[in-house]
């Protein structure tokens, strides 16, 4: 049904229709940047902009990373024992963190999320190397989601490296205050492409023409 570009791509689409209401949640540490960003600036001055700028998204990382702790410990259980899930989580979570508060230059928060994008999709590249979905199944770990792992596990890849090429593109081509915008509404944007094309993998799945 779907064999042509234009097909897939009409599908993509579509499933951005009617989406369900999206959590508070994706909302809050773009709100923390975006409002904490002009107030830190006023207060320390033009000459510490990048001060300001650093020690903003300081926070809504940390907010953003307080509110999917659980998740990510939760993810890593399925693959490792206790003690190593939660000593791997405040790893991935402190990390990013220290090394943001040892700076004051934006292009490291920048930087940043290009890190996380490597990282992630190089993960769920090497599951794609070892033809395994270990990765996958952390994140989809329902019964009905297991036929589709192999094709979920591929999308991945795709998803992290489409993002990563786009911040990339972003900070070349604007102003560090653009891409603070762009930062505070990431997590809307991807929860709904990221939705899109799950449901792209199983349409296709169901119809026996996976990617």
Same mark, same amino acid.
């Given at each position: 049904?779907?064999?042509?570009?234009?097909?897939?791509?009409?599908?993509?689409?579509?499933?951005f229709?009617?989406?369900? #209401? &999206?959590?508070?949640?994706?909302?809050?540490?773009?709100?923390?940047?975006?409002?904490?960003? #002009?107030?830190?600036?006023? /207060?320390?001055?033009?000459?510490?902009? @990048?001060?300001?700028?650093? $020690?903003?998204?300081?926070?809504?990382?940390?907010?953003?990373? @307080?509110?999917?702790?659980? !998740?990510?410990?939760?993810? /890593?259980?399925?693959?490792?024992?206790?003690?190593?899930?939660?000593?791997?989580?405040?790893?991935?979570?402190l990390? #990013?963190?220290?090394?943001?508060?040892?700076?004051?230059?934006?292009?490291?928060?920048?930087?940043?999320?290009?890190?996380?994008?490597?990282?992630?999709? @190089?993960?769920f &590249?090497?599951?794609?190397?070892? !033809?395994?979905?270990? $990765?996958?199944?952390?994140f989809?770990?329902?019964?009905?989601?297991?036929?589709?792992? #192999?094709?979920?596990?591929r /999308?991945?890849?795709?998803?992290?490296?489409?993002?990563?090429?786009l911040?990339? $593109?972003?900070?070349r081509?604007?102003?560090?205050s653009?891409?603070?915008?762009?930062?505070?509404?990431?997590?809307?944007? @991807?929860?709904?492409?990221?939705?899109?094309?799950?449901?792209?993998?199983?349409?296709?799945?169901?119809?026996?023409?996976?990617?």
């Open positions: 049904m779907y064999r042509h570009p234009f097909d897939l791509v009409r599908l993509f689409l579509s499933l229709q009617d989406l369900p #209401p &999206l959590s508070r949640a994706l909302y809050l540490p773009g709100a923390v940047l975006l409002i904490g960003y #002009p107030v830190l600036s006023v /207060m320390l001055g033009p000459d510490h902009e @990048g001060q300001a700028f650093v $020690t903003a998204f300081l926070a809504a990382l940390a907010v953003r990373l @307080g509110l999917g702790f659980e !998740g990510m410990v939760r993810r /890593m259980l399925t693959r490792y024992s206790t003690a190593q899930a939660v000593l791997f989580a405040v790893a991935f979570a990390l #990013p963190m220290l090394v943001l508060a040892a700076v004051d230059d934006p292009v490291w928060c920048q930087r940043m999320q290009s890190v996380f994008y490597v990282v992630i999709g @190089g993960v &590249l090497i599951d794609v190397i070892q !033809g395994k979905t270990a $990765t996958a199944a952390s989809w770990p329902d019964a009905e989601m297991r036929d589709h792992l #192999p094709n979920l596990t /999308m991945m890849v795709v998803y992290n490296f489409a993002f990563l090429l911040n990339e $593109t972003l900070i081509a604007l102003d560090t653009y891409w603070l915008l762009f930062w505070a509404v990431l997590p809307v944007i @991807g929860h709904m492409i990221l939705r899109a094309m799950v449901l792209t993998v199983i349409n296709l799945d169901d119809d026996a023409h996976p990617i």
